[in-house]
């Protein structure tokens, strides 16, 4: 059974930041496409960002203006979001998700294109 385990959620003051990891069991992890989503309380899942399996294309959702970076360690079957800069309206439960390799922001963004999904983690910003 394929395993996609969040870690890194916790609460932190505003300004501050949080590193949340993704850990999977897939084989082909190497090759996914990897992205991050969350979900705040009576909202809508919302791309994070996301990341191609070599690395070298990545996209981010508007809201995040450079203060997140995604990465990805093929060899530990791990992808990261490293959250900076962070504010109450970041507060959300954070997921990872693995799919078939895209191209283009708006298919990266799109949920319905990742096929594994994780339990999340819940990122919560006081202010």
């Known amino acids: 059974q394929v395993q996609l385990v969040e870690s890194g959620g916790g609460l932190v003051q505003a300004g501050g930041s949080l590193r949340l990891s993704c850990v999977t069991s897939?084989?082909?992890?190497?090759?996914?496409?990897m992205g991050w989503f969350r979900q705040a309380p009576g909202k809508e899942r919302e791309f994070v960002a996301a990341i191609s399996w070599s690395g070298a294309y990545f996209y981010y959702g508007e809201f995040v203006k450079g203060r997140f970076t995604i990465s990805r360690d093929n060899a530990k079957t791990k992808v990261y979001l490293q959250m900076n800069s962070l504010k109450a309206e970041d507060t959300a439960v954070y997921y990872c998700?693995?799919?078939?390799?895209?191209?283009?922001?708006?298919?990266?963004?799109?949920?319905?294109?990742?096929?594994?999904w994780g339990q999340g983690t819940q990122g919560t910003v006081s202010s």
């Open positions: 897939r084989r082909t992890f190497s090759s996914d496409f």
């Open positions: 998700a693995a799919g078939p390799e895209v191209r283009g922001s708006e298919v990266a963004g799109n949920p319905r294109m990742y096929d594994y």
